[in-house]
């Protein structure tokens, strides 16, 4: 068996013990309390078991009537077929009032156990992605990124919740949003394109991704307008009709029209209000919001000055499914929220006629699509907020930039469900899962990459979390006690703050999205406004003999190479000039998803490092440095301040720039620099061990010792340039091997090595 075989083998195990294990856990939650949609779906099951097809969508005896679309009833029917052979016929009553039973119990918990089968093998599948993302590594570090995405998808605690307690169904229908993900990564549309329209057929609420897919399918599918054209239309709305006449057919030919119209009233009752009895974290949460302070505003002030009529406490804050008017602010209509989802929804255009890998698109496509409906549609369940963040979670795998955002959707996500399950044990248990789970995830991304995932989220997201904890106490605590007459409160609180998480994160996201060809010039502006302020602190004076140095630092990064490389081990060498001994050597793997722009490497690697030696020098301060040496240029640059000046300024320590290629861009322009190389090259010039590159003084050559390498060494800041290159030859009588600079570099390529390409 090959090595390949032997890790796709230990994968699979590795997972099927995780899927068993948290087969193990539902099974445990089967008793947990259970909201009225366990009614719903058992009276829908009576419904398709007891009518005629043809009465399906008319029969209203419970207030729980059948308003998910036909393929949805289609499952209920067959779900219906399993009961009734189970022995739970007397469950299968139409009845007014719910019925409950441990056989009915265990049965409706179970088939949700079984289907979500399907969320199994979709995660399965996905978890395919690592082969070659973010970046390619060796077969124990795929398996690793494949295990790890693998346990985040499945122990998605927030479905869990939803599904095994809250009771619903959405896992297996998430299983089929990760298939049509899957297939967009193996380049078949087709299949893409057919479960898609399957999953519509089952849920509406996914229709939240149809933006994103028209504008994918448009321009990665269907256009240009070619010989072909055609073909890949029919091809694709075959693909998409299928679905929709094996749905919605059996309905047209028993009801005609009329039927058909009866459905839509029950998918699409715009009777229900602007907002859900709990408010989605999106817009209007922060619109009603808004509004109740404004109406304690306007109450407070008639109190106050006794000439004013009090208002009437608005409708938003009962709790129920209703439509209501505003106090203070306009009311809100369908049409307005439809209006800003379209109007919200350009960047889809701009996502999909850009230049990225298909996979991405399509997944931006979904997530900005989803993301729209969510934040301005009219009367969004909270629950929706798992659809954007499936997308999220999937791109934060294959592009680190989208690992803060993610985990700003999954706070959001986490802390919205949570007010559905409120009783004692669940609480428990749904904190412990999230807590567990979420320590699990840290643990795997550290065992993954070697990266404290804590310390490389944004402060942004840091804020965001602790906050969230914070806002959980007090309102499940404080808020009860205290203020017991307002029970909305919570709430509104709870509502208002995941919606500023949610507003950031959707700004951040479209803001990148429209600024993604921008984002270069971005860059390198703001690294020439900085750079102007940190050339004032330039000098040529050392403040101590070169005999009195003793401490002598080193700073070095090995990147992967693929995809910008989003992933760095930086390390810091500590060297004793006066003994020739190692002081002490620090490492670290860190995220840094910064663009590579020539002449502009401080972008990259300038801050990461910067922070790195004061966080070092925060702990152990008398390794404080006299010299840093940097594997870069200092003022040999284009513009006089390349990376070695950069650190030396932010840090204010000497350092010196060593490279083992010249580079010589930032010779004169009328040079012939070809001529120039070949000098180099052939070393006519080189008699000594130090000697003025031509043309240019601001970088010396240094000849290594019984060797015909070269080493090019520039001031980066707090010496002469002589003073620098005595330094630099005294530290290679050493050998090269023992440069402070060369041990960094090659201790940090061993580390790559070890953890991303075995």
């Known amino acids: 068996m090959s090595k390949d075989n032997i890790t796709d083998v230990s994968f699979f195990k590795v997972a099927l013990i995780s899927t068993i294990c948290l087969i193990a856990i539902k099974t445990c939650l089967i008793r947990s309390y259970t909201s009225t949609d366990f009614e719903v779906h058992r009276n829908w099951m009576a419904i398709t078991f007891a009518k005629n097809l043809s009465e399906w969508y008319y029969e209203d005896t419970s207030e729980w009537t059948l308003d998910y679309p036909p393929f949805f009833a289609y499952f209920e029917w067959l779900l219906a077929q399993g009961a009734y052979k189970s022995g739970l016929k007397d469950s299968l009553k139409i009845s007014e009032k719910p019925i409950m039973n ?33 970046f390619k590594g060796g077969k124990e570090f795929t398996m690793r990124k494949k295990y790890f995405i693998f346990f985040n998808l ?17 896992g297996f229908l998430t299983g089929l949003v990760l298939l049509s993900i899957h297939f ?24 939240y991704y149809v933006p994103g897919y028209v504008a994918f399918f448009l321009f990665n599918y269907l256009l240009p307008v070619d010989i072909n054209f055609a073909k890949r239309l029919v091809l694709l709305g075959g693909s998409v009709l299928m679905p929709l006449l094996l749905s919605f057919g059996p309905f047209l030919y028993t009801t005609s029209l009329d039927g058909i119209s009866q459905i839509l009233s029950r998918l699409f009752p715009f009777q229900r209000g602007l907002t859900h009895a709990f408010w989605a974290p999106n817009f209007w949460s922060l619109y009603n919001g808004m509004d109740f302070i404004l109406y304690n505003s306007r109450n407070i002030l008639a109190r106050y000055l006794k000439n004013g009529d009090i208002i009437k406490k608005p409708e938003y804050t009962s709790g129920l499914v209703q439509e209501y008017s ?47 409906f969510f934040y301005f549609g009219y009367h969004v369940h909270e629950k929706a907020v798992l659809l954007p963040l499936v997308p999220l979670m999937i791109l934060s795998f294959i592009d680190f930039t989208y690992l803060s955002l993610y985990f700003n959707l999954y706070l959001v996500s986490h802390f919205t469900i949570f007010p559905l399950i409120f009783s004692p044990l669940e609480n428990l248990t749904k904190y412990t899962l999230s807590l567990a789970t979420t320590i699990a995830i840290q643990i795997l991304f ?38 017991p007459n307002l029970p909305f409160l919570p709430n509104i609180f709870t509502s208002c703050f995941h919606a500023m998480v949610f507003t950031w994160t959707y700004i951040v996201i479209v803001k990148d999205i429209f600024n993604e060809s921008e984002k270069t010039t971005i860059k390198k502006k703001d690294l020439l406004e900085e750079e102007s302020k940190l050339k004032l602190l330039l000098n040529d004076k050392l403040d101590k003999q070169i005999s009195d140095i003793r401490i002598i630092a080193a700073v070095d990064g090995t990147y992967n190479k693929e995809d910008k490389g989003q992933v760095c081990v930086l390390g810091i060498y500590f060297y004793d000039v006066s003994t020739n001994t190692e002081v002490d050597y620090f490492e670290e793997i860190i995220i840094n998803t910064e663009p590579y722009i020539p002449s502009f490497f401080a972008i990259k690697e300038g801050n990461c490092t910067v922070e790195f030696m ?42 010196i720039g060593v490279t083992k290629n010249i580079d010589l861009n930032p010779l004169d322009e009328d040079l012939d620099k070809k001529m120039i190389r070949n000098e180099i090259k052939n070393s006519p010039m080189i008699k000594n061990n130090i000697n003025i590159l031509p043309h240019d003084n601001r970088c010396l050559i240094i000849r290594l010792p019984n060797s015909k390498k070269l080493l090019f060494v520039s001031v980066g800041n707090g010496m002469k340039t002589e003073v620098a290159g005595k330094i630099i030859e005294n530290l290679t009588k050493a050998g090269t091997q023992n440069m402070p600079v ?17």
Request: net charge positive.
């Open 102 to 134: 441990d056989g009915i119990l265990y049965y409706q918990r179970f088939t949700v156990i079984l289907v979500d089968l399907l969320y199994y093998v979709g995660a399965f599948l996905i978890s395919n992605i690592s082969e070659d993302l973010p």
């Open 154 to 170: 499945v122990y998605f605690v927030p479905l869990i919740l939803l599904d095994n307690i809250h009771f619903q169904y959405n």
């Open 184 to 207: 967009v990564f193996k380049g078949n549309f087709l299949k893409s394109a057919l479960i898609t329209a399957i999953l519509l057929n089952f849920k509406h609420i996914y229709i």
């Open 446 to 483: 550290k065992i993954t990459y070697g990266i404290n995932l804590w310390e490389n989220l944004n402060k942004s997201t840091k804020f965001f979390s602790i906050v969230s904890v914070l806002l959980e106490v007090i309102t499940n605590l404080f808020l009860p006690i205290y203020l």
């Open 742 to 758: 060369n041990v960094c570099d090659k201790r940090t390529r061993n580390t790559y090595r070890e953890y991303f390409e075995k």
């Open 614 to 655: 004061e966080k070092i020098l925060s702990k152990h301060p008398n390794l404080k440095p006299d010299i840093i040496i940097v594997d870069g240029n200092g003022v040999y640059h284009k513009r006089n301040f390349g990376l070695a000046s950069y650190i030396s300024c932010k840090l204010n320590i000497p350092t």
């Open 326 to 372: 505003h106090t203070t602010l306009p009311n809100i209509k369908p049409y307005h929220t439809i209006t800003l989802v379209l109007a919200f929804l350009l960047p889809l255009i701009t996502i999909n006629r850009g230049k990225k890998r298909r996979e991405v698109k399509y997944l931006q496509s979904l997530l900005i699509s989803s993301m729209t």
